[in-house]
Nanobody
Framework: QVQLVESGGGLVQPGGSLRLSCTAS????????MRWYRQAPGKQRELVAT???????NYADSVKGRFTISRDNAKNTVYLQMNSLKPEDTAVYYC???????????????WGQGTQVTVSS
């Protein structure tokens, strides 16, 4: 059974930093693209950042220059370094990965359970 587990959320003051982690576990053969999404109260879930298996990253305009996505393929982990945080970054952050389980031939998308990030003074 594949699981994605996020950690690192919390309460931070405006201008502060947080680092989120998401680790995939289970019978994993390979992981393709990994992503971070967020959902603020009353809003739709939005894509924040994407990183391919080769390390190519893309960001939403709202976080460019402030957030950095990275991954450690040996640990099946994706990170989101968030700097210069703003109150509008407050949301539940979810990781998402396209991965292939051992013994299977196709990729499937998995979601983590989410971690709360609150930016407030």
């Amino acid at each position: 059974q594949v699981q994605l587990v996020e950690s690192g959320g919390g309460l931070v003051q405006p201008g502060g930093s947080l680092r989120l982690s998401c680790t995939a576990s289970g019978s994993i053969f390979t992981i393709n693209t990994m992503r971070w999404y967020r959902q603020a109260p009353g809003k739709q879930r939005e894509l924040v950042a994407t990183i391919t298996s080769g390390g190519s990253a893309n960001y939403a305009d709202s976080v460019k220059g402030r957030f950095t996505i990275s991954r450690d393929n040996a640990k099946n982990t994706v990170y989101l370094q968030m700097n210069s945080l703003k109150p509008e970054d407050t949301a539940v952050y979810y990781c998402n990965s396209d991965l292939r389980e051992a013994g299977r031939t196709s990729y499937k998308t998995y979601w983590g359970q989410g971690t709360q990030v609150t930016v407030s003074s």
